[in-house]
């Protein structure tokens, strides 16, 4: 069984950074795409990035496009989310989450299998 666990999560002021990462455990992530996703209270789930596995290419929300940074570490099997540029509206719960998937990743919660726990990022002065 594939778990997920991020980690990073925060108080930061506005224009601040932090990196998120989600380390995987029970099965290699080689053949796994990952999308970082985000929910504040009383809003639904929405789509931030996802990394691909056949080439590492990657996707952004438009919200976050220019501030948020992606990556992967499969030998590590572990996947980053650098956030640089933090604005109060980024104040959400943040998850990773898996699938199963050979060519371009899909920002789409309805698409992933498996998801971490979440971390509370809170962007505040």
């Known amino acids: 069984q594939l778990q997920l666990v991020e980690s990073g999560g925060g108080l930061v002021q506005p224009g601040g950074s932090l990196r998120l990462s989600c380390v995987a455990s029970g099965y290699t992530l080689d053949y796994y795409a990952i999308g970082w996703f985000r929910q504040a209270p009383g809003k639904e789930r929405e789509g931030v990035s996802c990394v691909s596995s056949s080439d590492g290419s990657t996707k952004y929300a438009d919200s976050v496009k220019g501030r948020f940074t992606i990556s992967r570490d499969n030998a590590a099997n572990t996947v980053y989310l650098q956030m640089n540029s933090l604005k109060p509206e980024d104040t959400s719960v943040y998850s990773c989450?898996?699938?199963?998937?050979?060519?371009?990743?899909?920002?789409?919660?309805?698409?992933?299998?498996?998801w971490g726990q979440g971390s509370q990022v809170t962007v505040s002065s």
């Open positions: 989450a898996a699938e199963i998937r050979w060519g371009s990743c899909l920002i789409d919660v309805d698409d992933y299998d498996h």
